[in-house]
């Protein structure tokens, strides 16, 4: 099946920024796991952090969700230990405070936008604000 919605990941310091695009299905899920790995096994050796963006993100489905719930069991038992949240609805934020649970390591916080997500971030000293442009 084709993949629905897009994401773009990037990686400054310690932290990994994860921004999508429309509306998933599970074959894109799949495919950002996959690349969303390869990043976190470049930094996994100190703790990290993730900045999920999901400003321009539209609902998935269930089996997306739970794709992505054991994607944040893999990376709490993988030195991942900040999270920020940017949502654009409160139907995101409620879906996302729920799925957090299986992040029991990990400090999660929710910000309004990348730039308060990166300035409250560079606090922890996983992202060098100066380098995040």
Sequence with gaps: MLEHGSFNLSLIDQTIISEAFGS???ETAIRWADEF????GQISNAPWACIVDLSNFELAPLDVWAYIDEINLWCNVN?????VLICSSSLQKAILEKSKGNLTNVQTHFCLNLTEGK????KYGVINILNSG
């Design 24 to 26: 998933w299905n599970i």
């Design 37 to 40: 790995k390869l990043l976190v």
């Design 119 to 122: 300035k409250l971030l560079s």
């Design 79 to 83: 030195n991942q230990k900040y999270e």
